[in-house]
C-alpha cells in the first residue's frame, strides 16, 4: 500500500481521505552526534523511515506526520553540534502537536521514536494528552529493543551494542542510507561502562550520562565497522514487526 504522508498532500486531499484516518504516527528524533559514524540527524531520518514504512503497512488508515527533529540530548551536549531541548519544552511542543492534530478530528496520536533519550519525556506526553486532553496518545520505540532478539552471536557484534553502533549503524543503512559514513571507527567506549545486559548497574533504573565522559570518548558505542544492510535489513523486519502489531491492537482493540 502506499503510505499517507502528510508533508507530501495538499489540504483537499487531506479532507478527503481524513474518515479513514484511524491514528496519526509522529516520528520523534534528535539532533545529536553520532560519533564518527553517522550524521546528527541519523535518529530522525530513521524514525521517520520507519514510520514510513509502517505506513506501507496501512495505507489511509495512518497519517504519517513530518518528523520532530529536535528531543532531549542532555547527556551528548559535551560534544558540538548537538541541540537539546528542555524536557519540558519538548513536552509542551509533542502535546501541542498532538493537540492540533485533535482539531481536526485525529484523536489517537502514536510516538514513534529514533533516540532513547526521549523515552521519559514521551511517558510523560501519552499522560498529559490521555488525562488532560482526552486524547489517546502511545510511543513506541523503533531500535535495539524490539529486534535484539535477532542478534545472535555468530555474528560478533559487541556487548555494548545502541548509539552509533553496529546495531543502530545497521538500520540506518535500511532506513537511511544517506545518514551512514562509509568510513567508521570502534566506538572509544569508556573503561567499565556496560550500558546492557545482566551486568549493566543502571539495568533496573535511570542515570544521567555525561557521554563523552561517562560512556564513549568519541561519541560512539560498539563498532559500527560491523554494520551491514543485510543483517539491517532483517533487524528492522522484526521491528517492523512488533510495532505492526502494537498500531493493529490500537485500531481494532481500543
Ligand atoms: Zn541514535
Partial sequence: MKALILEELIWPELKQVLPEIELAVVPVGACEQHGPNTTFNTDTARAY???????????????????????ISVHHMAFPG?????????????????????KHGIRRIVFLNGHGGNSGSLSAV????????????????????????????EMGWSENLGHASES?????????PEVVRAERKKGEVVEGFIIRGK????????????????????????????ANVDDGARLNQIALEKVEHM???????R
Fill in 49 to 71: 523511515g520507519f514510520s514510513k514504512m509502517i505506513g506501507e503497512r496501512f495505507g489511509s488508515q495512518v497519517l504519517v506526520c513530518p518528523p520532530v527533529p529536535y528531543g
Fill in 82 to 102: 548537538t541541540v537539546t531541548l528542555r524536557c519540558e519544552t519538548y513536552i509542551n511542543l509533542l502535546t501541542d502537536i498532538a493537540v492540533a492534530l485533535s
Fill in 168 to 176: 543502530e549503524t545497521a538500520q540506518a543503512m535500511v532506513l537511511c
Fill in 199 to 226: 551486568e549493566a548497574p543502571f539495568r533496573y533504573g535511570g542515570c544521567a550520562w555525561n557521554w563523552k565522559e561517562d560512556a564513549s570518548a568519541n561519541g560512539a558505542l560498539g563498532d559500527a565497522r560491523l
Fill in 126 to 153: 501519552i499522560n498529559i494528552l490521555k488525562y488532560e486532553h482526552g486524547i489517546d496518545a502511545y510511543y513506541s520505540g523503533i531500535g535495539l529493543n524490539l529486534f535484539e532478539e535477532g542478534i545472535t552471536p
Fill in 247 to 253: 498500531i493493529r491492537h490500537i485500531i481494532e482493540k
